[in-house]
């Protein structure tokens, strides 16, 4: 009679292996952009009913309020991207890779933001013109903070990613800032407008209009979109420096 034969190769047969089998293996996944889907859209959910709902009734329609409650819904928005976006990220572990990582989440929040600005065109009484600039400056704000976060991540937790998010915060909190303490109408003698540079006071700068008419779109306020697109291109050259130089170094956290 044939005995069956033990397989020494097979580690599950080996004399005191340790057996997965009827265990509870917990695995870290890598950040994925469907939670952040998730939390954004509930977060402009709630931002829209704070501003836009809010301040209007069905029933009865005025200009003014219309117009200062869309202004808030897009720093509202500007409020998301730049601060509790990089708050979020910044807190959890390093992807394992940083630029694809980062570039999903630039997707999964500029396309619902873009979806809810786009519908303030009638509701402010703003041109398309002026709806397209924002919507390009809230894109290239986008791309600026996703920058700033994946020269965040490429650190371990601690004063690295404090720095950059200390950074994140500057590009929000600067503009606002300087208006309070120099005045909010400063911007009429200064050479750059300061509303261009926070997603937080942009849509002032983007709806000014010295007529008091409906807003329009002038070369300065091209300009001013210009502002956040060079930010954003001259942080990714930094971006792709840092991290090759850490690769390169061996710096980098380990993910795996």
Not at 6 to 12: E, K, L, M, S, V
Not at 92 to 97: C, I, L, T, V, W
Request: hydrophobic share 50%; glycine share 10%.
């Amino acid at each position: 009679m044939n005995r069956p034969t033990a397989h020494p190769a097979d580690p599950r047969r080996q004399p005191g292996a340790a057996s997965t089998r009827g265990k509870l293996v917990i695995r870290r996944h890598e950040p994925e952009p469907k939670v952040l889907t998730l939390l954004w859209s509930l977060y402009l959910l709630v931002a829209a009913g704070m501003t836009i709902f809010a301040a209007n009734h069905l029933w009865l329609y005025d200009a003014n309020v219309n117009r200062l409650s869309s202004k808030v819904m897009v720093a509202m928005i500007g409020l998301g991207i730049g601060a509790l976006w990089p708050m979020i990220r910044l807190s959890q572990r390093s992807p394992h890779r940083v630029v694809e990582s980062v570039f999903g989440d630039c997707v999964a929040l500029i396309v619902p933001a873009q979806a809810v600005l786009w519908p303030l065109t009638l509701l402010g009484g703003w041109s398309f013109g002026v709806t397209g600039a924002l919507a390009l400056a809230l894109v290239a704000w986008t791309c600026a903070v996703g920058g700033v976060i994946a020269m965040g991540v490429s650190f371990r937790a601690g004063i690295g990613r404090s720095f950059w998010m200390l950074i994140a915060l500057v590009f929000v909190a600067s503009a606002p800032i300087w208006a309070m303490s120099t005045g909010w109408t400063a911007h009429d003698q200064a050479i750059i407008d300061w509303r261009f540079c926070s997603p937080l006071t942009m849509s002032w700068g983007m709806t000014s209009t010295l007529s008091g008419g409906a807003p329009y779109m002038t070369n300065e306020k091209w300009g001013g979109v210009l502002i956040p697109g060079a930010l954003a291109l001259v942080i990714w050259v930094l971006t792709g420096m840092l991290l090759g130089l850490r690769r390169s170094l061996g710096t980098a956290p380990q993910t795996g």
